[in-house]
T-cell receptor
Framework: AQKITQTQPGMFVQEKEAVTLDCTYD???????LFWYKQPSSGEMIFLIY??????QNATEGRYSLNFQKARKSANLVISASQLGDSAMYFC????????????FGSGTRLQVQP | GAGVSQSPRYKVAKRGQDVALRCDPI?????LFWYQQALGQGPEFLTY????????KSGLPSDRFFAERPEGSVSTLKIQRTQQEDSAVYLC?????????????FGPGTRLTVT
């Protein structure tokens, strides 16, 4: 079975500072993908970043980077230079090609960026 | 280009009524997923289609839930005899391929309230 754990229900960060959102995962499948999505109050799920289990380097997309530590089964999201528009729910998710072929989501972290 | 669209965006149903939720995926996308998101939680998988074939319906919570994608494009999620616990946001997502490296694009969701 696959499981995603996000232990931070809520986080605060000052504008322009960096913030790390934690994510740990559990799977016995050697081949998987890890994703982060942003969900603003309007409700849409916005894809941020993807990391494959066999990728050697940590993924980066603009101000987003994924700190992938395979041995620890962690995939933390780092947002640099936070902006007020970053205030939202953030979900970590995993997808494997065996078993249930769909995203398994964590419970999310609500990030609030303060001016 | 057009993204994933869902209709209606909001639906209020009286307990016991049947509802039908529609998803229009991105044109040409092979995979289609339905998720249920309860308030304050991460999305939970309901069912998965590859073209017109429903390959996984293990997440459907009861036999009152039924989904179809008869021509491999538009999908409908039907809930019979709605109950209060069915109140949630129903998200549809599509992806261009069948592997985990393919990004899932989400629609805006349908918020179902059962009174």
């Amino acid at each position: 079975a696959q499981k995603i754990t996000q232990t931070q229900p809520g986080m605060f960060v000052q504008e322009k500072e960096a913030v790390t959102l934690d994510c740990t995962y559990d799977t016995s499948d050697p081949s998987y993908g890890l994703f982060w999505y942003k969900q603003p109050s309007s409700g849409e799920m916005i894809f941020l970043i993807y990391q494959g289990s066999y990728d050697q380097q940590n993924a980066t997309e603009g101000r987003y980077s994924l700190n992938f530590q395979k041995a620890r089964k962690s995939a933390n999201l780092v947002i640099s230079a936070s902006q007020l528009g970053d205030s939202a729910m953030y979900f970590c998710a995993m997808y494997t090609d065996t078993g249930r072929r769909a995203l398994t989501f964590g419970s999310g972290t609500r990030l609030q960026v303060q001016p | 280009g057009a993204g994933v669209s869902q209709s209606p965006r909001y639906k209020v149903a009286k307990r016991g009524q049947d509802v039908a939720l529609r998803c229009d995926p991105i044109s040409g996308h092979v995979s289609l997923f339905w998720y249920q998101q309860a308030l304050g939680q991460g999305p939970e998988f309901l069912t998965y289609f590859q073209n017109e074939a429903q390959l996984d319906k293990s997440g459907l919570p009861s036999d009152r839930f039924f989904a179809e994608r008869p021509e491999g494009s538009v999908s409908t999620l039907k809930i019979q005899r709605t109950q209060q616990e069915d109140s949630a946001v129903y998200l549809c997502a599509s992806s261009a391929g069948t592997g985990f490296s393919y990004e899932q694009y989400f629609g805006p969701g349908t918020r179902l309230t059962v009174t």
